[in-house]
């Protein structure tokens, strides 16, 4: 059933989020069906290229998905899928740099996001809409895509790999990082709350110590995690809530942090500006301000994300019994 999973992945591939795992799991159904019907006319397992021929019969993978599209005039829904994406593409293009601004703005000058916030990326995303739409409806009335479509080959579909699968180079990293972490606390870069250095002096908060205590701890256990990872690179319930309960942690750890105003005095060298040293440590105090709602809004990206895992987890597990036929 490789070749049905690959079509299948890539078929979803094309289908809008919300409803592309409802759809997946009836298509699979859908195939299953029409295979076991192929292999009682026969009376044998279909070899590959019967199952090829049957895939390709049903429609190039964006072609298919695109029956599943609400229909437009202007675009058809043979390319449908392909200019939904690409609107998506532009549209984070066109937002990557506002999304800039605020993030620099937030710490030099607060009082200006509001100002920039509708008005500047409103022309930006109008223009972007306007040309990829042109383009497509020129592709459109050409009948570029749907010609190139006839010629599809499902074996030349690539492999699926499973949505909960974790890459090893991520756990790899994940170790590595807490041995990086360990030298710095151990070596005394990270276990006192005075430097002194090139003339200089920086005088941070009492703080400063417990929370990279704090995030050791959380990290010993993240390596442990990311061992079994290795082992084991699949994501399941415990897994995901043990990963959770880690990132909130740090989470935590750094709201702790910020809200103790980190930084306490700054000297410099005698050859540096102190105004700008002075700056900085009103920039951080600034950045202490809104140590609740930066963290909170990293809170809801984390358990939003371990939602998501566990709704993929349970969707490929779903769709998997569906294409062996339990």
Same mark, same amino acid.
């Given at each position: 059933m490789?070749?049905?999973e690959r079509y299948i992945a890539a078929v979803k591939f094309w289908l809008p989020t919300a409803s592309k795992d409802d759809i997946a799991a009836e298509l699979a159904e859908d195939i299953r069906c029409e295979i076991e019907e192929a292999e009682r006319q026969k009376g044998r397992k279909l070899s590959e290229d019967e199952v090829s021929d049957l895939l390709k019969a049903r429609g190039a993978p964006m072609v298919v998905a695109s029956r599943y599209l609400p229909q437009r005039s202007l675009i058809g829904p043979e390319i449908m899928p392909v200019y939904l994406l690409v609107l998506k593409i532009v549209a984070a293009i066109s937002l990557l740099p506002l999304v800039i601004f605020c993030i620099t703005a937030l710490f030099t000058a607060p009082e200006t996001i509001a100002s920039h916030l509708f008005i500047a990326p409103a022309g930006s995303l109008l223009t972007s809409f306007a040309v990829v739409t042109i383009i497509f409806a020129i592709i459109e009335r050409k009948g570029i895509i749907p010609a190139k479509s006839q010629s599809w080959n499902p074996k030349s579909l690539p492999s699926v790999r499973p949505s909960g699968r974790i890459k090893r180079s991520e756990s790899v990293g994940d170790i590595t990082g807490c041995l990086v972490l360990l030298w710095l $606390? $151990?070596? %005394?870069?990270l276990s006192r709350s005075e430097y002194w250095g090139y *003339? *200089?002096?920086i005088v941070l908060s009492p703080e400063w110590v417990p929370f990279w205590q704090a995030m050791l701890a959380l990290a010993l256990v993240e390596t442990a995690l990311s061992a079994i990872n290795l082992f084991q690179p699949v994501w399941t319930a415990p897994k995901i809530f043990l990963r959770m309960m880690i990132?909130? *942690?740090k989470a935590a750890a750094f709201y702790w942090l910020l809200q103790s105003h980190p930084l306490r005095s700054l000297e410099v060298p005698a050859n540096a500006s102190a105004i700008d040293a002075a700056k900085l /440590?009103?920039?951080i105090d600034r950045l202490s301000s809104y140590a609740g709602l930066l963290m %909170?809004? /990293?809170a809801v990206i984390v358990v939003v994300t371990a939602l998501w895992r566990l709704f993929r987890a349970a969707r490929q597990h779903t769709? /998997? &019994?569906t294409l062996? *036929? &339990?």
């Amino acid at each position: 059933m490789d070749l049905v999973e690959r079509y299948i992945a890539a078929v979803k591939f094309w289908l809008p989020t919300a409803s592309k795992d409802d759809i997946a799991a009836e298509l699979a159904e859908d195939i299953r069906c029409e295979i076991e019907e192929a292999e009682r006319q026969k009376g044998r397992k279909l070899s590959e290229d019967e199952v090829s021929d049957l895939l390709k019969a049903r429609g190039a993978p964006m072609v298919v998905a695109s029956r599943y599209l609400p229909q437009r005039s202007l675009i058809g829904p043979e390319i449908m899928p392909v200019y939904l994406l690409v609107l998506k593409i532009v549209a984070a293009i066109s937002l990557l740099p506002l999304v800039i601004f605020c993030i620099t703005a937030l710490f030099t000058a607060p009082e200006t996001i509001a100002s920039h916030l509708f008005i500047a990326p409103a022309g930006s995303l109008l223009t972007s809409f306007a040309v990829v739409t042109i383009i497509f409806a020129i592709i459109e009335r050409k009948g570029i895509i749907p010609a190139k479509s006839q010629s599809w080959n499902p074996k030349s579909l690539p492999s699926v790999r499973p949505s909960g699968r974790i890459k090893r180079s991520e756990s790899v990293g994940d170790i590595t990082g807490c041995l990086v972490l360990l030298w710095l $606390f $151990f070596a %005394g870069y990270l276990s006192r709350s005075e430097y002194w250095g090139y *003339g *200089g002096h920086i005088v941070l908060s009492p703080e400063w110590v417990p929370f990279w205590q704090a995030m050791l701890a959380l990290a010993l256990v993240e390596t442990a995690l990311s061992a079994i990872n290795l082992f084991q690179p699949v994501w399941t319930a415990p897994k995901i809530f043990l990963r959770m309960m880690i990132d909130l *942690g740090k989470a935590a750890a750094f709201y702790w942090l910020l809200q103790s105003h980190p930084l306490r005095s700054l000297e410099v060298p005698a050859n540096a500006s102190a105004i700008d040293a002075a700056k900085l /440590v009103q920039y951080i105090d600034r950045l202490s301000s809104y140590a609740g709602l930066l963290m %909170g809004l /990293v809170a809801v990206i984390v358990v939003v994300t371990a939602l998501w895992r566990l709704f993929r987890a349970a969707r490929q597990h779903t769709v /998997v &019994k569906t294409l062996a *036929g &339990k």
